[in-house]
């Protein structure tokens, strides 16, 4: 029945079930749901609720809707388990679930779990703990296949029909010596194509793409919409073979980066709290820290009018072009900022790139800018018919078009260079430089021209 329906009425009908303690009917549309959609249905209960519904929960499923769940929903039901529940959630996590968990948790409550694990799992978990947060190290997982090139195709289904169930991934299978050294990687698709007395090294890819431990994750995630992997192998710095990366981590990564520029972009620090579990409190916090650096930095245009105030009160008409000129140019440099920031999270523009940028910016902005310049030349003359402003606002429109391109342009690859995120550079702080840039610009070009007229 619930496949019959959409997101909402699914959670509607689930919820009006709990409500009338229908819990075997409740159970069975549990158990046909995607565990992904049973996280989000315990998101939407009240706290009190949500272990209750986990307990209901099949054995085979609670721990693959426990690694969906909210960092915040994980640690409310913990709380609520017994030592025994709690070990047993532990035994069916996948180390990097359970890592990815811990790291979110309160110290009292990591010594609790660590404690109640087992002690081969409590040392993985410990070493997968030391990687720095934004590490490849920190989102592999051990739950790996591991084969030996002397094996023959039949010896390697065996052994994977032997040990796949507990394994986060089967597809991808990695080739090791006996100290872990990686030497090549097949697949299931070529041992079942292959014959059963082939042996492993006949068949594996000896050009393993790799990374280390302490690669930035966030380039390790690019590299499966790079080459089209399930699984990247993750190797130590004598190549030996510690994790391996899969796809839905690296989906989640990209996800988290995204969130995170974005928030940027906009001038918000970044949270990873949902927005209707955050306070208010905290969303103040973080956003008003940016409003404040780009209301000081606003200011600086308030100086600037003052300071050519002989040149607006001589020229009036020069003063209702101001939001026009300002927001052009703000617009330009959002968008050649936005461009390379894209260019630069999908590895096509590099600092290096940084004089084929400026080039590539100029001769775009002079077409935009003798485009909108003879537009705005054209209006005045037709509107005002004033000859000095319409040639002033013209040449303004130029200058300031190619300037906030260019400013758009080079400073997110100059802030990578100097390893600041290049999101910083987006949208608000570059609409600020600008602003105040272009105004500088106007009023000297309209000082030059009414000396000459």
């Known amino acids: 029945m619930a496949e019959e329906m959409n997101e909402e009425q699914n959670f509607e009908y689930l919820t009006e079930l ?21 996280a989000l249905f315990m998101e ?37 388990f017994t030592d025994e529940e709690t070990t047993n959630m532990l035994d069916q996590l996948f180390i990097d679930d359970a890592v990815d968990f811990l790291e979110e948790m309160p110290a009292n409550m990591v010594s609790r779990i660590l404690r109640l694990a087992s002690p081969a799992k409590r040392q993985v978990i410990n070493r997968y703990l030391q990687y720095p947060e934004d590490s490849a190290g920190s989102i592999m997982t051990a739950e790996y296949t591991r084969l030996k090139k002397d094996m023959t195709v039949a010896e390697a289904i ?18 090791t010596d006996e100290y872990r050294f990686l030497e090549g990687v097949t697949s299931v698709r070529t041992l079942l194509l292959a014959k059963d007395e082939e042996r492993i090294e006949d068949i594996m890819w000896r050009d393993v793409i790799r990374a280390t431990t302490d690669a930035d994750r966030e380039e390790v995630a690019q590299m ?6 399930l699984s990247i192998p993750i190797v130590d710095h004598e190549n030996r ?35 209707l579990k955050t306070s208010f409190l905290e969303l103040g916090k973080h956003r008003i820290l940016w409003l404040l650096i780009l209301m000081v930095s606003g200011m600086v245009n308030g ?4 300071k050519n105030e002989a040149a607006w009160t001589a020229l009036p008409l020069l003063v209702s072009f101001i939001p026009m000129l300002t927001d052009t140019g703000g617009n330009v440099g959002a968008q050649s900022s936005t461009l390379m920031i894209r260019g630069m999270t999908l590895g096509e523009i590099k600092f290096t790139d940084i004089f084929k940028v400026i080039m590539k910016e100029s001769a775009t902005s002079l077409f ?21 402003a319409a040639a002033i606002l013209a040449t303004a429109m130029m200058v300031t078009i190619f300037m906030a391109a260019i400013v758009g342009g080079i400073l997110p690859l100059i802030a990578k260079r100097l390893k600041i995120d290049p999101a910083i550079m987006a949208a608000p702080l570059i609409t600020t430089l600008v602003d105040a840039a272009s105004l500088g610009i106007y009023f000297a070009i309209a000082t030059g021209f009414m000396a000459i007229f």
């Open 368 to 388: 935009i800018g003798v485009v909108l310049a003879a537009l705005s030349f054209v209006r005045i003359m037709i509107f005002d018919k004033d000859i000095v």
């Open 158 to 175: 065996a052994h994977l029909r032997a040990v796949g169930e507990d394994r986060e991934t089967i597809y991808t299978l990695y080739v």
């Open 241 to 275: 073979l510690v994790g391996i990366v899969t796809v839905d981590d690296a989906v989640d990564v990209l996800q988290e980066e995204n969130t995170e520029d974005f928030e940027k972009m906009a001038a918000i620090s970044p949270s990873e709290k949902p927005y």
């Open 224 to 229: 499966f919409y790079r080459y089209d992997f």
């Open 44 to 80: 939407s209960l009240p706290d009190d609720e949500t272990a209750f519904i986990f307990r209901m929960l099949p054995k085979e499923m609670s721990a693959e809707v426990f690694a969906h769940l909210e960092s915040e929903t994980q640690r409310r039901v913990v709380e609520a």
């Open 303 to 306: 100086v600037i009018l003052q």
């Open 18 to 38: 709990l409500r009338d303690h229908d819990y075997a009917k409740l159970i069975y549309e549990l158990r046909h749901d995607n565990e992904v959609d049973v």
